[in-house]
């Protein structure tokens, strides 16, 4: 099966294009505003215009109240909400509230952090495993950390997953081998500077998931 991608926090029509050109399954919008890579809801949708029915929009929320989510989507027309530091059941009433399709993101920094997507079964669709951030880190993510790939080498997945933290066009075909992902998430790794995408970078690094 060949392996997707999605391009996370897209905040120009270039880049965008650019996602979509490359052949990546979904593209997401961040909708968290300490983030460089924050979208207001009149860019997004702007955004939006340009994305074909084909490719999943994602939305990327940390704890969102319902105000913010509605209005997300509404701009957005997302098809997927990826959810940080959002407990298990306030995860299954977003489900069920909105109706979308839900991927719950899992901080990983060792292997006993991967039991905490089991509490998920039930609430989410899919689980982003991602690199843990520093300590005090104000990011939930999107800073380029990635953690021990080989964590994930023969580990049960409780449910369908992607692989998140410091990819890049360099490495990802090396972080797939390891892990048998089949959709992986790329971000900071892709960027001249915080939550500025490069073209260049897109296209590569969808180029290298088109050998595996």
């Not at 340009?50 to 929009?57: E, L, N, Q, S």
């Amino acid at each position: 099966m060949p392996v997707r991608a999605k391009i996370c926090g897209l905040s120009t029509p270039e880049t965008t294009d650019a996602a979509v050109k490359g052949g990546a399954s979904h593209i997401a919008f961040m909708f968290f505003a300490p983030s460089p890579r924050y979208l207001s809801f009149a860019r997004a949708a702007a955004l939006t215009a340009r994305v074909p029915d084909h490719v999943g929009r994602v939305g990327v929320f940390v704890d969102p109240d319902d105000d913010l989510v509605d209005q997300a989507i509404a701009a957005g027309a997302l098809t997927t909400l990826q959810l940080h530091k959002t407990a298990p059941d306030r995860t299954a009433r977003l489900k069920l509230r909105t109706g979308l399709d839900i991927w719950s993101a899992v901080a990983v920094r060792e292997r006993g952090d991967l039991m905490a997507a089991q509490a998920f079964v039930g609430a989410a669709d899919r689980i982003l495993y991602d690199a843990k951030t520093p300590e005090g880190a104000l990011l939930p993510g999107g800073m380029g950390v990635r953690f021990d790939w080989s964590l994930l080498r023969d580990h049960r997945h409780p449910l369908p997953w992607a692989l998140s933290g410091g990819l890049t066009a360099e490495n990802v075909a090396e972080a797939v081998r390891i892990t048998g992902a089949e959709l992986v998430d790329a971000s900071s790794g892709l960027e001249t500077a915080p939550g500025i995408k490069n073209v260049d970078k897109i296209a590569a690094f969808l180029k290298a998931l088109s050998h595996l």
